[in-house]
């Protein structure tokens, strides 16, 4: 069964340093998402990406965050100048099979994580 | 967007149906309710969506009323691995962007 991949599994840096979270998401999707979770909160979400553009942010993804598809695979998160409150689990999910497939159309497959640790 | 209210927890024991309910009073015409289940340290998996009525898979169901203004989940039978935090969440059709996860609630299956 095809998944969405995440790398690393965890990071860890300093406050101010700048880390680029990966995820590889399911071959023919044509969405992608990335979300965090603090210790023992909720799943926030921070923005959605289709056809090689943010199609929605939320108030959490400023300035500091920026996501990229650099090749027909990738998809990265970057955080720009990491604070203490950027530790999390941080979650990249697709969605969206070509016309045929199986998958409910909101469906959304997620990755296993990376926990980011900023000390 | 549709928002949802479920309770924060429930408790229950191997080989009981738990059913979890999810109110959503402003859901629009062209929303869908979609539950996910996450285990601690894993991301969220889609368990089960629905428009209206009943739907069943190999792993839940989904009892939506003729209102829609609640859904529940039902569980069949829970064993120890279904301990989880489950979501209820109404977005609307064909707009994969428009999803968004609240507290979701923490079921405990004990032995």
């Given amino acids: 069964e095809p998944e969405v991949t995440q790398t690393p599994s965890h990071q860890v840096t300093q406050m101010g340093q700048e880390v680029i979270l990966r995820c590889v998401p399911i071959s023919n999707h044509l969405y992608f998402y990335w979300y965090r979770q603090i210790l023992g909160q909720k799943v926030e979400f921070l923005v959605s990406f289709y056809n090689n553009e943010i199609s929605e942010k939320s108030e959490i993804f400023d300035d500091q965050f920026s996501v990229e598809r650099p090749d027909g695979s990738n998809f990265t998160l970057k955080i720009r100048s990491t604070k203490l409150e950027d530790s999390a689990m941080y979650f990249c999910a697709s969605s969206g099979a070509l016309a045929g497939g199986l998958s409910s159309y909101n469906e959304q497959f997620f990755g296993p994580g990376t926990r980011l640790t900023v000390l | 967007l549709a928002k949802t209210t479920q309770p924060i927890s429930m408790d229950s ?9 999810c109110s959503h009073n402003n859901i629009a015409t062209n929303d869908y309710i979609t539950w996910y289940q996450q285990f ?23 009892f939506i009323p003729a209102d829609r203004k609640s859904s529940t989940l039902s569980l069949p039978r829970v064993s120890l691995s279904d301990t989880a935090v489950y979501y209820c969440l109404v977005a609307a ?13 923490r079921l405990t299956v004990k032995p």
Avoid: C, H
């Avoid at chain 2, 024991?13 to 309910?21: F, L, S």
């Avoid at chain 2, 059709?93 to 609630?105: E, I, K």
């Fill in chain 2, 40 to 62: 601690p340290s894993q991301g969220p998996r889609f368990i089960i969506q629905g428009y209206k009525t009943k739907v069943t898979n190999e792993v839940a169901s989904l």
């Fill in chain 2, 13 to 21: 024991y191997e080989g009981q149906e738990v059913n979890i309910t």
């Fill in chain 2, 93 to 105: 059709a064909y707009n994969n962007n428009d999803m968004r996860f609240g507290a979701g609630t």
